[in-house]
């Protein structure tokens, strides 16, 4: 595992002002890496390629993961500062996003090239909202894709989880949602929407002795589930007295 902790990742959904934050800090003098996703849709367009985001998404999907490892592989032995329009969980999320099963070639990848754990996310922002060749998402999908990047930049092994740590997570969940939740599934269900959704379904359709005590429940909201800083701030703690 390489780690970077001078490696800062700026990331968010499409038109959320990433380009033009980046050109300011590097105004100012900061190190910045340029998106690989724009570069690669600019070189097909060109070459009339189809690795491109409204063509062949997995050879699109494959090319930013292998030039965002490459970024990050050129510049490993770099002590200054750099910050990088998108890292490679972006990756991730981009598959997560458009439905693909997440590969060991990508999984390996986020593991092994880590970034500064402090990761900017730009929400989006309508009012600079526009669309161009290179971007033909509309708002609803620039909304979608923050999203994802939220709970994949939550991700419990991005967090600095480890076997350790799930154990104790897993003690305090349970304190909470009781007995339901096993060390494993940390690992199975690492981001915050998988988690919910997992112990959404267990507190659902958990086996009763006797279904005539099944209480009604009216409104699915109205249970005791975690809302979306829980397993955050949970595993920021634990992490912290671990220390």
Request: charged share 30%.
């Amino acid at each position: 595992m390489i780690v970077k902790n001078n490696f800062y990742i700026i990331t968010g959904g499409p038109g959320a002002g990433k380009t033009t934050l980046l050109n300011e800090l590097q105004k100012n003098g900061y190190n910045c890496v340029p998106e690989t996703a724009r570069n690669i849709i600019r070189e097909q367009v060109e070459a009339g390629g189809r690795a491109l985001p409204w063509d062949d998404t997995r050879v699109y999907s494959d090319l930013m993961l292998s030039r965002s490892v490459q970024d990050f592989i050129n510049l490993k032995d770099r002590e200054d500062i750099y910050f990088f329009d998108r890292g490679i969980p972006d990756t991730y999320g981009y598959e997560v996003l458009v439905g693909f099963d997440i590969g060991n070639v990508l999984k390996n990848a986020v593991e092994q090239y880590r970034y500064n754990p402090l990761v900017f996310i730009l929400p989006p922002w309508r009012e600079i909202y526009e669309t161009d060749s290179e971007r033909k998402q509309d708002f609803r999908t620039a909304i979608d894709t923050y999203k994802v990047m939220v709970d994949v930049y939550k991700n419990f092994s991005l967090l600095g989880g480890d076997s350790i740590i799930a154990t104790y997570l897993v003690k305090e969940m349970c304190k909470v949602f009781g007995e339901i939740i096993e060390i494993t599934d940390v690992f199975s269900y690492p981001s915050v929407l998988e988690m919910t959704a997992y112990i959404e379904s267990q507190m659902k359709f958990e086996d009763i002795d006797e279904p005539e005590e099944i209480p009604v429940i009216e409104d699915i909201n109205s249970m005791n589930m975690p809302d979306d800083d829980y397993f955050d701030n949970l595993i920021t703690e634990i992490i912290n007295k671990d220390e």
